[in-house]
């Protein structure tokens, strides 16, 4: 088992740039989610999917955009990166066990935007 | 207004000290994490519970539901237990709510 696995782990782009980070996860989960991670800050929610094909958005969802093609991927696109999207990137997914979740993590993107 | 919050934010410690690590909500909850985040970024759950107690070898997570408050207790600590320590809630809806960490230094 893989888990959850992101692609790319670092990245630099020049302002106006686009590009996708990619998510998939091998455990059959549901829910999957796109969070931010700044310095002093707890992971904001960008966007989240309940199962494939719905999409909702989270905290921060501007600038950004999803997509849940099929169960495993979840896809995360920036059209036109800005310097305020420098941050840390993770996917995760979560499955219900009984009464509890459990969360899973991908290993993070570090986006540079300049 | 942070839904969690965390103390300390940072905490060093020589090795072998008992380490208590503290997170307050404000929001009902379904359940509380406590996450694991070492140097290189990847993020591990270490529990999730709903009320009482769990134990994992020298980690220990306590919940007190009425006062909206759990504690990361790490017994014996040792310097590859040097990490941040993220607690996180999952709200009534869909999301999760997470403190902005609590960064452990353990010195031998």
């Known amino acids: 088992n893989a888990g959850v696995t992101q692609t790319p782990k670092f990245q630099v782009l020049k302002t106006g740039q686009s590009m996708t980070l990619q998510c998939a996860q091998d455990m059959n989960h549901n829910s999957m989610y796109w969070y931010r991670q700044d310095p002093g800050m707890g992971l904001r929610l960008i966007y989240y999917?309940?199962?494939?094909?719905?999409?909702d958005k989270g905290e921060v969802p501007n600038g950004y955009n999803v997509s849940r093609l099929n169960k495993r991927e979840f896809s995360l696109r920036l059209e036109s990166a800005a310097p305020s999207q420098t941050s840390v990137y993770f996917c995760?997914?979560?499955?219900?066990?009984?009464?509890?979740?459990?969360?899973?993590f991908g290993s993070g993107t570090q986006l540079s935007v300049l | 207004k942070n839904e969690v919050e965390q103390s300390p934010q940072n905490l060093t410690a020589q090795e072998g000290e008992f380490i208590t690590i503290n997170c307050s909500y404000s929001?009902?909850?379904?359940?509380l994490h406590w996450l694991q985040q070492h140097p290189g970024g990847g993020i591990v759950s270490l529990f999730m519970?709903?009320?009482g107690k769990k134990k994992h070898g020298r980690l220990i997570a306590t919940i007190n539901i009425q006062e909206k408050h759990s504690s990361l207790h790490i017994t014996a600590s040792h310097p590859r237990d040097s990490a941040v320590y993220i607690c996180a809630v999952k709200g009534t809806g869909n999301q999760f709510y997470f403190g902005t960490g609590t960064s452990l230094t353990v010195i031998p």
């Open positions: 999917s309940a199962s494939e094909g719905t999409t």
């Open positions: 519970l709903s009320s």
């Open positions: 929001v009902g909850i379904s359940a």
């Open positions: 995760a997914s979560s499955e219900l066990t009984g009464l509890l979740e459990k969360l899973f």
